[in-house]
């Protein structure tokens, strides 16, 4: 949809095609269906001078000079990646390929996936690649809910199977992004994606891990992440919280595990940020338990309310979010869970999880009932004094919550 937004806006005729009939319906309706994209720049980009428009219908793809993919790119059942749905939208473009049209991958996937995994479908039609069509990788490089990161701010990596696809797909995106950065090929496009979400998970994890150490030892993580963070060359801050969630850090750094397992190589470092992130929700219904215990109380029978089920801050995004897994093993341990979001107005079934939960008011007697609140998205809207000044027990996965001068609840960092 941003990208979509972002080609109408300059004033490229623009079709936003999706297989999801419901997305469809509403973009024809001048609806937004991501809170923070406001309904009224989609309903701008309808009535703009190309008029934007959204389509089931992908016997149309044909109609188009360039179609870009930006579709799932989900783990399977055993942590395999699942590119059937890179598979089956390039079988639907290869359906009506014709020649001169530019064809872009998005996608967040392996290095290999364009040249050896769409290109042949796309060349199974006779035409050929870089004579008849082009074809390049540019991933996609997103922050949801960061009002500062729009597309046109960032330099968008670029690579071509040729230089002539190269070219061409740099001369799109210099339409729409802040600068392009050309690559030599798919595969480093591919590669540099992963990279940077590796990076990410990775030292999420280490963070997450000194975390479990410094606590034991007495030593708040947030003051010394934030004391190292006065270092002006080679420290970036990364912070811990309840295990990150999203469509990307859970998911992408995998990819790369199972495509090395075809090169005889294991990702130490990959498999390890993974096992301490996913351990994270764990790690916090201990805190929660042993906090609990301290006040004569169990965890079943609990009531605990969960702040917060999006996957980060300021977003409605509820894809492998860690609050999903907390709230679960809290409701097989007997826990009385509730939650509050007000982005998330009720818990729809995800692939792993279905707790058929709505969100609560957050009202003081919300808060006074709950024998535990646990802070696990710090979405900005929240008032937190409050919650601290009506709660009894506090645990805080996000360091957002601060003593109150008047009393209010005991506060415990998790
Ligand atoms: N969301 C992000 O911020 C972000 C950031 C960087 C990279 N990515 C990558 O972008 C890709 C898409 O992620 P997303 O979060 O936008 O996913 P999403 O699930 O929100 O959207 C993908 C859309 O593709 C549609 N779709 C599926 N099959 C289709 C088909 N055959 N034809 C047309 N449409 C089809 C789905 O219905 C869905 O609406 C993933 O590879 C992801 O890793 C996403």
């Not at 595969?187 to 975390?211: P, Q």
Request: contains cysteine.
């Amino acid at each position: 949809m941003p990208l979509a937004l972002a080609f109408s806006e300059a004033a490229v005729a623009t079709v936003g095609f999706d297989i999801d009939e419901e997305k469809v319906s509403a973009l024809n309706r001048s609806e937004s269906y991501i809170h923070y994209f406001p309904a009224e720049r989609v309903a701008a980009a309808r009535t703009g001078s190309k008029g934007f428009s959204a389509s089931a219908d992908l016997s149309r793809l044909g109609e188009c000079d360039v179609v870009i993919m930006c579709v799932p790119t989900p783990l399977g059942r055993h942590r395999e990646p699942d590119l059937s749905f890179v598979e089956n939208t390039t079988r639907s473009i290869a359906a009506t390929l014709r020649p001169g049209q530019l064809v872009i991958l998005e996608s967040t996937t392996y290095p290999g996936t364009t040249c050896g995994v769409v290109k042949p479908i796309l060349e199974g039609t006779g035409l050929r690649c870089g004579v008849d069509f082009h074809l390049a990788y540019s991933p996609e490089r997103e922050d949801p809910g960061n009002p500062d990161s729009s597309l046109s701010r960032i330099p968008k990596l670029v690579g071509g199977v040729t230089p002539g696809c190269l070219k061409v797909a740099q001369a799109l995106y210099e339409h729409v992004a802040g600068g392009t950065v050309p690559v030599s090929s798919p595969d480093i496009a591919e590669a540099a994606k992963l990279l940077e979400n590796i990076y990410r998970a990775v030292n999420i994890a280490l963070v997450n891990e000194l975390k479990i150490l410094f606590q034991r030892m007495g030593i708040d993580i947030w003051q010394v992440i934030a004391a190292a963070a006065t270092k002006p060359f080679g420290f970036t801050p990364f912070y811990p919280g309840p295990g990150p969630g999203g469509h990307c850090i859970p998911i992408d750094p995998f990819y790369l595990t199972w495509r090395a397992r075809e090169f005889g190589i294991s990702t130490r470092f990959i498999e390890l940020a993974g096992e301490i992130n996913t351990s994270m929700p764990d790690y916090v219904v201990k805190r929660l338990a042993g906090a609990l215990n301290e006040r004569g109380c169990a965890v079943s029978g609990a009531r605990v309310l969960c702040l917060g089920v999006a996957y980060k801050a300021d977003v409605d995004d509820i894809r492998e979010s860690a609050s999903l897994e907390i709230m679960e093993i809290l409701l097989a341990q007997g826990a009385d869970v509730s939650y509050h979001d007000p982005y998330v107005p009720r818990l729809k079934r995800t692939r792993r999880h279905d707790l058929g939960l709505a969100s609560v008011p957050l009202t003081p007697e919300t808060l006074a009932l709950a024998d535990a609140v646990l802070i696990l998205t710090p979405h900005r809207c929240v008032d937190y004094a409050e919650v601290v000044r009506h709660a009894r027990l506090v645990l805080d996965t996000r360091n957002v919550a601060r003593p109150s001068r008047e009393g209010g609840a005991q506060i415990l960092k998790a």
